[in-house]
């Protein structure tokens, strides 16, 4: 009998333990072997409590139950993201970013007219807020489930949970299932010119050969990054945030279903309402302030001053490698790069990772014929986010801080962000666009124009922008919606 290919995974963090779950599901197990190599002296990072809609396929392609996982991982729902304080002057300067869902389809149609309407100068409602159901299921605390008893609406929703807590139970259920899990600090990597891993030999004197490496060793890239050299590229010419800072919070008696993305001084700080805690921290650019500065001005935003609670410190890396798969070795999670968690994108992107290196190298007959395309597509999906956040910054009109100003000044962009920006400021049409760059699989056109009158980025100013009303049809279909909706905090007790 022919010997099983090896598939080795390096880094027990969140990547790690989604890459090993995934390949030990799709691979078929007569073909090859998973194991999985962790340090019990190198710790996880520890954060990253926001999720995109994605996760929702992970767990239902591993036959997991939503209610099974999110209670082990103390999970809450996420209906979508709330930026507060990203415009100033405003009367008001808060938006809601849903995940659009088919429920919407009707209200969302006359969003997107209104405010291409309004591009042409006309007098009508662009807030966002009053077109999406989830906007509104967030503020009334419900969330994103009918209550029982009415007939289902589809809704597109994510969720918050405890990073830790889901690596180990994503980790329970991969070694359940067979993935072998070895335990060990690698001391030496056995690299070939051409260019391939061989082998990884831990400090314990082990040495692990492989026929596949999977680098989720974090920010240390140590395969990828340390040991192909792999070039990266850093995306510090637009998304200047480098650190963060995290403090946690007693959670409020009825958390809402929605992230919080507060811009502050110098970057902006998140809040996500966990079951049993809500998770804090200010993304921010070193260039601007101090940690310590970053620290104290978290502190006042969350009333913490004289708290002695911890907080904890970050340095981040941002950007990505050239090529995710180079050789025999697929770089997974921070190894591969990572761009700040403004829209909760990380997870979504190992899992796209691994997925579609799944179909590349089956479809390839386990060879890298398909391993050129695969990196291109990987690449553009990463590209594509990070345009989408760089965004954020460009369209906001803070010119408070310096911080601020550098940003709302900045005008280096992709190409792709510069002409839809373009297409936008000369009145065009902004979905075409999407659609002839082919970018919605990336942000719909929802998503953009949600940015983008969530931030009143309108080139005509009209004399108050408070002076249209929202359309009553839709408010009252919208509300009578909400109704049917159950509390989010009866369903994060069951
Ligand atoms: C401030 C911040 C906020 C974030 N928020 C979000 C969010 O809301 N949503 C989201 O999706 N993502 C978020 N992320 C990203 C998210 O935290 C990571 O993508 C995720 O935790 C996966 O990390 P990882 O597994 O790649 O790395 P890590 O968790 O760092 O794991 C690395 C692993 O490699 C192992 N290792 C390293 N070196 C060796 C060695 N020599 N030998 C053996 N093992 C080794 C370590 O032991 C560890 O197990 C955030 C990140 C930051 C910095």
């Given at each position: 009998m022919q010997a099983k290919l090896k598939l080795l995974v390096l880094g027990g963090g969140t990547a790690?333990?989604?890459?090993?779950?995934?390949?030990?599901?799709?691979?078929?197990?007569?073909?090859?072997?998973?194991?999985?190599?962790?340090?019990?002296?190198?710790?996880?990072?520890?954060?990253?409590?926001?999720?995109?809609?994605?996760?929702?396929?992970?767990?239902?392609?591993?036959?997991?139950?939503?209610?099974?996982?999110?209670?082990a991982c103390n999970a809450t729902y996420k209906n979508g993201i709330r930026f507060n304080q990203w415009t100033k002057g405003f009367s008001k300067n808060s938006y809601f970013?849903?995940?659009?869902?088919?429920?919407?389809?009707?209200?969302?149609?006359?969003?997107?007219?209104?405010?291409?309407?309004?591009?042409?100068?006309?007098?009508?409602?662009?807030?966002?807020?009053?077109?999406?159901?989830?906007?509104?299921?967030?503020?009334?605390?419900?969330?994103?489930?009918?209550?029982?008893?009415?007939?289902?609406?589809?809704l597109n929703y994510a969720y918050h949970f405890d990073s830790h807590l889901l690596g180990q139970f994503i980790r329970d259920l991969a070694v359940t299932r067979g993935v072998e899990h070895i335990q060990g600090t690698v001391a030496k990597v056995e690299c070939e010119p051409n260019p391939a891993i061989h082998a990884i030999q831990l400090e314990d004197g082990q040495r692990l050969k492989a026929d596949y490496f999977f680098d989720c060793s974090g920010f240390r890239s140590l395969l990828s990054q340390t040991h192909l050299q792999t070039p990266?590229?850093?995306?510090?010419?637009?998304?200047?945030?480098?650190?963060?800072?995290?403090?946690?919070?007693?959670?409020?008696?009825?958390?809402?279903?929605?992230?919080?993305?507060?811009?502050?001084?110098?970057?902006?700080?998140?809040?996500?309402?966990?079951?049993n805690r809500a998770g804090n921290g200010y993304v921010y650019s070193r260039d601007f302030c101090s940690a310590d500065e970053a620290e104290t001005e978290l502190r006042t935003h969350l009333g913490l001053l004289d708290s002695e609670v911890q907080a904890k410190h970050l340095q981040?890396?941002?950007?990505?490698?050239?090529?995710?798969?180079?050789?025999?070795?697929?770089?997974?999670?921070?190894?591969?790069?990572?761009?700040?968690?403004?829209?909760?994108?990380?997870?979504?992107?190992?899992?796209?990772?691994?997925?579609?290196?799944?179909?590349?190298?089956?479809a390839g007959n386990y060879t890298a014929e398909h391993r050129t395309q695969y990196n291109q597509i990987i690449?553009?999906?990463?590209?594509?986010?990070?345009?989408?956040?760089?965004?954020?910054?460009q369209v906001s009109n803070r010119v408070d801080t310096e911080y601020w100003r550098a940003n709302t000044s900045n005008t280096t962009r992709s190409a792709s962000l510069e002409q839809l920006l373009h297409v936008w400021r000369q009145g065009g049409d902004l979905t075409a666009e999407i659609n002839r760059q082919n970018i919605a699989q990336y942000y719909p056109a929802i998503s953009w124009y949600c940015l983008l009158a969530g931030y009143h980025h309108f080139?005509?100013?009209?004399?108050?922008?408070?002076?249209?009303?929202?359309?009553?049809?839709?408010?009252?279909?919208?509300?009578r919606l909400v109704g049917v909706f159950s509390d989010h905090s009866t369903l994060i007790t069951n």
């Amino acid at each position: 009998m022919q010997a099983k290919l090896k598939l080795l995974v390096l880094g027990g963090g969140t990547a790690g333990w989604m890459t090993a779950a995934l390949l030990n599901h799709h691979m078929d197990k007569q073909l090859f072997s998973v194991c999985l190599v962790e340090s019990p002296d190198i710790g996880i990072i520890g954060v990253g409590e926001g999720s995109t809609p994605q996760l929702r396929t992970f767990f239902a392609t591993l036959g997991i139950e939503e209610i099974t996982w999110m209670k082990a991982c103390n999970a809450t729902y996420k209906n979508g993201i709330r930026f507060n304080q990203w415009t100033k002057g405003f009367s008001k300067n808060s938006y809601f970013h849903p995940f659009p869902s088919p429920t919407d389809r009707q209200t969302a149609g006359e969003f997107l007219v209104n405010c291409h309407q309004r591009q042409q100068g006309q007098t009508l409602h662009c807030d966002p807020d009053s077109y999406f159901l989830t906007a509104q299921l967030s503020e009334a605390g419900k969330g994103p489930l009918v209550a029982p008893g009415n007939p289902p609406l589809p809704l597109n929703y994510a969720y918050h949970f405890d990073s830790h807590l889901l690596g180990q139970f994503i980790r329970d259920l991969a070694v359940t299932r067979g993935v072998e899990h070895i335990q060990g600090t690698v001391a030496k990597v056995e690299c070939e010119p051409n260019p391939a891993i061989h082998a990884i030999q831990l400090e314990d004197g082990q040495r692990l050969k492989a026929d596949y490496f999977f680098d989720c060793s974090g920010f240390r890239s140590l395969l990828s990054q340390t040991h192909l050299q792999t070039p990266f590229i850093a995306f510090d010419d637009n998304l200047f945030n480098n650190a963060a800072v995290a403090i946690p919070t007693p959670v409020a008696t009825a958390p809402l279903a929605q992230t919080q993305a507060t811009a502050l001084d110098c970057g902006w700080a998140w809040h996500i309402p966990l079951r049993n805690r809500a998770g804090n921290g200010y993304v921010y650019s070193r260039d601007f302030c101090s940690a310590d500065e970053a620290e104290t001005e978290l502190r006042t935003h969350l009333g913490l001053l004289d708290s002695e609670v911890q907080a904890k410190h970050l340095q981040m890396k941002v950007g990505r490698v050239a090529q995710t798969w180079v050789g025999n070795c697929v770089a997974v999670g921070l190894s591969q790069g990572f761009i700040e968690p403004l829209e909760a994108t990380a997870l979504h992107i190992v899992q796209e990772t691994i997925e579609q290196f799944i179909s590349a190298f089956t479809a390839g007959n386990y060879t890298a014929e398909h391993r050129t395309q695969y990196n291109q597509i990987i690449n553009a999906r990463i590209d594509g986010i990070r345009d989408y956040i760089v965004c954020h910054y460009q369209v906001s009109n803070r010119v408070d801080t310096e911080y601020w100003r550098a940003n709302t000044s900045n005008t280096t962009r992709s190409a792709s962000l510069e002409q839809l920006l373009h297409v936008w400021r000369q009145g065009g049409d902004l979905t075409a666009e999407i659609n002839r760059q082919n970018i919605a699989q990336y942000y719909p056109a929802i998503s953009w124009y949600c940015l983008l009158a969530g931030y009143h980025h309108f080139s005509k100013a009209l004399s108050s922008e408070t002076a249209t009303q929202p359309n009553e049809a839709i408010s009252a279909h919208i509300a009578r919606l909400v109704g049917v909706f159950s509390d989010h905090s009866t369903l994060i007790t069951n």
